[in-house]
């Protein structure tokens, strides 16, 4: 099974990721890349993509970035993760990218952004994940 399959597979198993329409594009070693298809329910009273659903596509690519080099872990979780708006979220898909800038043994430094399709930025976001290691026996 591929990487790809793989974290599909994985990300089948967190209901909240297909409750929002989340989908893996593309991963490497280290980065990651989600798409979130826009609905009138993820929209604020503006009509723009409200800041939460905005978040969790962050929060799931960088830990997905994370994940990729930690592949036999149980898998991460946020510790930390600041995000900093800068445009609305509008049009029918929104589109995120992370890479990691630090591997940890239990530590992981994540940087992302997320963007309308058309390519516009709507939020960067940088966390710290750690990883779930698997019980020895």
Request: proline share 2%; hydrophobic share 40%.
């Given at each position: ?10 990300q089948k198993k967190i209901p909240y990721i297909a409750h929002l ?117």
């Amino acid at each position: 099974m591929s990487t790809l399959e793989f974290t599909r597979q994985y990300q089948k198993k967190i209901p909240y990721i297909a409750h929002l329409g989340m989908l893996t594009e593309a991963l490497g070693e280290g980065t990651a890349r989600l798409s979130l298809q826009v609905t009138p329910q993820l929209t604020n009273s503006f009509g723009t993509v409200h800041g939460g659903a905005i978040m969790s596509l962050l929060d799931v690519t960088l830990c997905t970035a994370a994940r990729t080099l930690h592949p036999d872990s149980m898998g991460v979780v946020t510790i930390d993760m600041s995000t900093s708006f800068i445009g609305g979220g509008s049009g029918d898909r929104l589109l995120a990218e992370a890479r990691v800038l630090r591997d940890g043994r239990s530590m992981i430094f994540v940087e992302g952004e997320a963007k309308n399709a058309d390519g516009s930025l709507v939020a960067k976001a940088i966390a710290t994940v750690r990883v779930r290691l698997k019980e020895k026996n």
